[in-house]
T-cell receptor, first 110, second 115 residues
Framework: GQNIDQPTEMTATEGAIVQINCTYQ??????LFWYQQHAGEAPTFLSY????GLEEKGRFSSFLSRSKGYSYLLLKELQMKDSASYLC???????????FGTGTLLAVQP | AAGVIQSPRHLIKEKRETATLKCYPI?????VYWYQQGPGQDPQFLIS???????DKGSIPDRFSAQQFSDYHSELNMSSLELGDSALYFC??????????????FGPGTRLTVT
């Protein structure tokens, strides 16, 4: 089955670094995706990991450990516009559907 | 660059009515996905199509049906609408012929309100 856990809410300060963790118990996927979603808007792709390890993409990095069922998204140099929900989603399986976690609502404060 | 187009953007229907949502994927994308996002909920996968054939099915009610047409656009048909169907419906598309075949591009969504 699919069981994806993320913290419900997090607060961080502008300019700081924040790490959003995701644990999962799921099968049949070959990638772990992170999406950003502002309220009422479409999810936008941030990062994904197919292999274990760290993937860096500008201010965003994502880490995956398949054996531990664990991933995290690292956001550096936080900006106010980073206030949004961050969705962890195993995907990329045979049919590439995404199974979203409950999302972490990040509030960036001045 | 062209994005996923969804229409209408907003739709208000009464209970027991029908609704049709349309999705136009990014040109040359071969796969379309439908997701439903209720208020305060995460997006839930409904159904997907690859090359006009249904490729996967998630938690889609029997009252809903979908198809992908020869021009790759897709339609989600919803009948006997219930209040609980009120949600944002996202369409996403992807292509198996690009560097990252797993990345899905989401449309702006259709906000359906059932009264």
């Amino acid at each position: 089955g699919q069981n994806i856990d993320q913290p419900t809410e997090m607060t961080a300060t502008e300019g700081a670094i924040v790490q959003i963790n995701c644990t999962y118990q799921t099968s049949g996927f070959n990638g772990l995706f992170w999406y950003q979603q502002h309220a009422g808007e479409a999810p936008t792709f941030l990062s994904y990991n197919v292999l274990d390890g760290l993937e860096e993409k500008g201010r965003f990095s994502s880490f995956l450990s398949r054996s531990k069922g664990y991933s995290y998204l690292l956001l550096k140099e936080l900006q106010m516009k980073d206030s949004a929900s961050y969705l962890c989603a195993p995907g990329g399986g045979a049919t590439n559907k995404l199974i979203f976690g409950t999302g972490t609502l990040l509030a960036v404060q001045p | 660059a062209a994005g996923v187009i969804q229409s209408p953007r907003h739709l208000i229907k009464e209970k027991r009515e029908t609704a049709t949502l349309k999705c136009y994927p990014i040109p040359r994308h071969d796969t379309v996905y439908w997701y439903q996002q209720g208020p305060g909920q995460d997006p839930q996968f409904l159904i997907s199509f690859y090359e006009k054939m249904q490729s996967d099915k998630g938690s889609i009610p029997d009252r809903f049906s979908a198809q992908q047409f020869s021009d790759y656009h897709s339609e989600l048909n919803m009948s006997s609408l219930e209040l609980g169907d009120s949600a944002l419906y996202f369409c996403a598309s992807s292509s198996r012929l690009v560097k990252n075949p797993y990345e899905q591009y989401f449309g702006p969504g259709t906000r359906l309100t059932v009264t």
